[in-house]
C-alpha cells in the first residue's frame, strides 16, 4: 500500500550540502522507522541513519556531526539534511520505512543519486 518517492540528490562539490526528501503515500501510524541508506559501486548497501515514531536517531559513525535525518509526521515525510559532502558520500541514497504495529511491514523508495565531486 506505501509507496516512499525520494527526491533532492544531485551534484554538489566538497563541503556543499544536498537535503533528501521521502515522502510515503499514505499516513504513517503506530511504531515504525524511517532510515536512509545507501549504495555505493562496488559495495553492499549500508544503514546511514534511522528515526523511530519516537524521534529518536542514530547514525553511522562516518556521518555524525554533518548529516541529520527527521521527520514530519504531518507531511509523512523523512529528510536527510547533508552538510560538508565529501567525496565519499557518493552513492545512491534509499529510503526504507519498516513499520511493526498495527502491521510488519518494509517499504523502500527507489533510490536517489547523489555525486560529491573534489
Known amino acids: 500500500q506505501v509507496q516512499l518517492v525520494e527526491s533532492g540528490g544531485g551534484l554538489v562539490q566538497a563541503g556543499g550540502s544536498l537535503r533528501l526528501s521521502c515522502a510515503a503515500s499514505?499516513?504513517?501510524?503506530?511504531?515504525?522507522?524511517f532510515a536512509w541508506y545507501r549504495q555505493a559501486p562496488g559495495k553492499q548497501r549500508e544503514l546511514v541513519a534511522i528515526?523511530?515514531?519516537?524521534?529518536?536517531?542514530s547514525y553511522v559513525d562516518i556521518v555524525k556531526g554533518r548529516f541529520t535525518i527527521s521527520r514530519d509526521n504531518a507531511k509523512n515525510t523523512a529528510y536527510l539534511q547533508m552538510n560538508s559532502l565529501t567525496p565519499g558520500d557518493t552513492a545512491v541514497y534509499y529510503c526504507?520505512?519498516?513499520?511493526?504495529?498495527?502491521?510488519?511491514?518494509?517499504?523502500w523508495g527507489q533510490g536517489t543519486q547523489v555525486t560529491v565531486s573534489s
Open positions: 526504507n520505512l519498516r513499520t511493526l504495529f498495527p502491521s510488519d511491514n518494509d517499504y
Open positions: 499514505g499516513s504513517i501510524a503506530g511504531i515504525n522507522r
Open positions: 528515526i523511530t515514531s519516537g524521534n529518536s536517531t
